[in-house]
């Protein structure tokens, strides 16, 4: 879940082409499923329950008019960790921004259920999700931005091999505020 008790700043981190690929098991119990339609429901579910909506329908409706235009990438793009009775309890979304004319792959988001985490599954979902990034795009340079309201997550970014981006003004186009950031997390000695 997100700690809102923090000044909210954009961190961007990036993994260099040739990094090791993090390795990470699927706990007994779940797999990991591609987007179906549908799935939009259980996005929405997913994300409004770490805080990054206000509530289902709103994760759902920007899912609707960001990524449904977008059908065919979709399956390609979206995955699910679903648990044995099929509820789908984690997601990662691998996608991609431009920054000029050059496009960058990026992971858009990554999220686990909190009654789910703790089981290594936001480990599993990012360490399939960065080898499926490179099996789409390729071995290249590519982005996640989050906030220092995610500051666990960043831990689990840096164990993937993505560092804090500390000089691009706006990859992809989003705002590097990863100096205002990080002091804000140091001052809080969250990293």
Do not use: C
């Amino acid at each position: 879940m997100l700690d809102t008790s923090l000044d909210w700043f954009r961190v961007i981190l990036k993994r260099e082409q040739g990094t090791p690929l993090p390795q990470a098991s699927l706990p007994s119990g779940y797999s990991i499923v591609t987007f179906q339609s549908g799935d939009e429901e259980a996005w929405g579910e997913i994300e409004a329950s770490v805080l990054e909506f206000a509530d289902k329908d709103a994760a759902t409706e920007y899912f609707a008019n960001n990524y449904l235009p977008y059908k065919d990438e979709l399956a390609r793009r979206t995955m699910f960790i679903q648990a044995h009775d099929g509820e789908k309890v984690a997601t990662f979304t691998a996608w991609w921004n431009y920054t000029g004319v050059r496009r960058h792959p990026f992971v858009h988001w990554v999220a686990v259920k909190p009654p789910f985490q703790g089981q290594g599954l936001g480990k599993a979902i990012i360490a399939a999700g960065v080898k499926h990034m490179i099996d789409i795009e390729g071995d290249r340079l590519m982005y996640i931005p989050t906030s220092t309201w995610a500051h666990k997550a960043i831990r689990l970014y840096r164990w993937a091999g993505f560092e804090v981006e500390r000089h691009e003004p706006a990859p992809g186009g989003f705002e590097n505020q990863t100096a205002q950031a990080l002091q804000v997390l140091k001052e809080r000695m969250l990293i």
